[in-house]
């Protein structure tokens, strides 16, 4: 074991706690005596794949269990580092195998494109159309499409949307100038969303849900895999991260975690006038208590407790749904809610991350209308060459970022 210590701030600690795993421990120290909290991140060893972190566990104390002195040394004890690894077993699970290493993800264009093809509104299509081109202009995703790679090396038998999509993009690029059908993508419709209708008007939100959850299909290829392991797949490389649930006593103190994978993140925006304090919202601890008191299952009691929610892992995309239609009252929020092109991810984050962490806008998708099921969906995109366009079915136009921001986004798309 290493042990590297500091005088302040934050003290790192490498240690080698099992021969399969390595993990690198970061202690961090509040104030200057009685208390340490432990936190660890964990990599596995090359090419068995990534796990980003685990849940914190705290050690107090002078003298014992991560003693410190001074806010000086930090002397983790055998005791301490088991505590911290107890919780590394029981929170996140290594994937068995790696479906695609994220390292081949590529956040920019690997090649410059003029801007792609119009769409052609097939009846009530606008809906698919603005949610194709928000994702034919996601950098990873088309720079992965365009090599063709995934036809290449497919395994999926039958239908497969990911060769679907593939075909879409490569078509968008090549007929530049141009307006085309969104055929490929049409003929499967009622294969990615039987409850879908040709000629009706749908949510674009729920098809863009559909077409990853299809396309997550598609990377599995009929293979059984462990849960992590599925959240290794390039969908989940790109758009994927994970939230953390967070449960602390208040009567012991002890602290439960649960984490849950997503593809994006919905937002309320009742009360709100900006993405960034819908999202304050999002993680704003919630307190448990009364009628809802919660089984803590370390001091055995129904005690009150405080419940918070973390993005732990980031995304590379960060897919933001605007909740604009109200399911119960069946009426839209028609309201601005402002949005930045820079959006620092950081005060969201569960503590262990990276500061800042900047997210730059690179598509809108906007909902004119009233009901989901109807009115008119079109969107904004940055191509290749940095310039922002508008696409509504077959028209491309150029427009600048100040008219991007100023629109009533229902979905927003932020890269790394
Ligand atoms: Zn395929
Ligand atoms: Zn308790």
Redesign the pocket.
Known sequence: MVIAASTGGTISITTIPAPTESALLTVAHTGTGSRVIIESGLSTTPGTGTVTSIPTTTATGPGRNGAVSGGATIIPTTEALRSVFSGLQSGVRLPQTVLFPPERIHLNWTQQFKVGAGLENVGNTCYLNSALQCLTYTPPFANYMLSQE??AT?K?LGF?M??TMQAHISKVFKRSGDTISPVEVLAVLNLIANHFHHGRQEDAHEFLQCTLEAMQE?CLAESKFDRETQETTFIHQVFGGQLRSRIKCLNCQAVSDTFETFLNILLEIKTVSDVSTALEQFVRPEILGGPDAYSCSSCKKMVTAIKSLTIHRSTNVLTLVLKRFDICAGEKINKDVRYPEYLDLYPFMSETQEKPLVYRLYAVLVHYGRSSHSGHYFCYIKASDGQWYRMNDNSVIITDIQSVLAKQAYVLFYIK
Do not use: A, E
């Open positions: 995934h036809s497919c999926k497969c990911m060769c598609s």
